[in-house]
């Protein structure tokens, strides 16, 4: 789903064409006066001390994290570098990869009702979880220990850089520029108890079958660039109860969200912006009255306006 943010960028976008080669020529203008007074030593000084720009980013599709970092001429924000990408995924992030977290909620589903038929003593690769819960606890750690410690800086594309990317943070220098709505789901996957241990990687062990209930709605919002309702999510997990009737509240609860945001955006006339959230709320509560009714008027408002002279 776009944003209603990403949307009104890109119409602020398509205005503001003529002014960006404009602002480029201006940019170099300035560049050539700094590089004539301070002379090349200074300027590389400034670049250095000034220049820095670096931040974390998060894809939505695998969880993957990676921090980037570049230099540009302070100013006039020319930048002077290549990107310089590291990868920084944890070893929560790759549990829920490698559990089917991360995949649609009904082939998510599916994985649970097989890991539950698995642990029963049912049909199935019972030496392959065995093998996943030793993975956890040794070659999962060690393996992100090798990712930190040999941070290899590859600015060519690969596989990865077809993900969409979103910002977590980024620092110009020691200050933070820019915040993205990432973070939020980013401080509960770093959030860690008193012993060090992260607080969600225990909560997933040690509740399995809620487990199998919350990350694939967690997955679904950050696919959705939702994550301002992560907390809901979160929230209601921490307090526990049967897991199909923890599911049915979250997803009401979602639900009901997605339903406040579209008549937020109905108010204001935004009926294309509204449908959008809309289609992603019923994702959660298909047969929702509320979101049925809040679509009927968008697309009622929508067809009065194209057929009005």
Known sequence: ?????????????????????????????????????????TLLFLIVVFGHLKGEEFAAESFSRREFEYYEIPLVRIQVTPIY???????LESLLARRGYLQTADAAATNAVTRNQTADGGSGNQSNDNSDETRDSDETKDSDKTKDNDKTKDNLNDASDDQR????LARHGQTVSARGDAQILCQYLDARLSSGVSQWQQWTEDHQELADVVWPLVARLARQRMYVLVPEVFDRAERGGDPEQVGREIRQSLADAFHQLAVAQQQQGRHQVALELIADGLTYVPDDTQLLAARRQ???????????P
């Open 298 to 308: 968008s697309e009622a408002a929508r067809g009065a306006a194209a057929v009005t």
């Open 1 to 41: 789903m776009s944003s209603p943010a990403a949307l009104t960028s890109a119409a602020t976008r398509s205005t503001t064409g003529g002014s960006r080669s404009r602002g480029l020529w201006l940019r170099l203008v300035v560049l050539g006066l700094l590089a004539a007074v301070c002379g090349v030593p």
């Open 85 to 91: 990408r590291s990868p920084t995924t944890g070893s």
């Open 165 to 168: 990317w979103d910002l977590v």
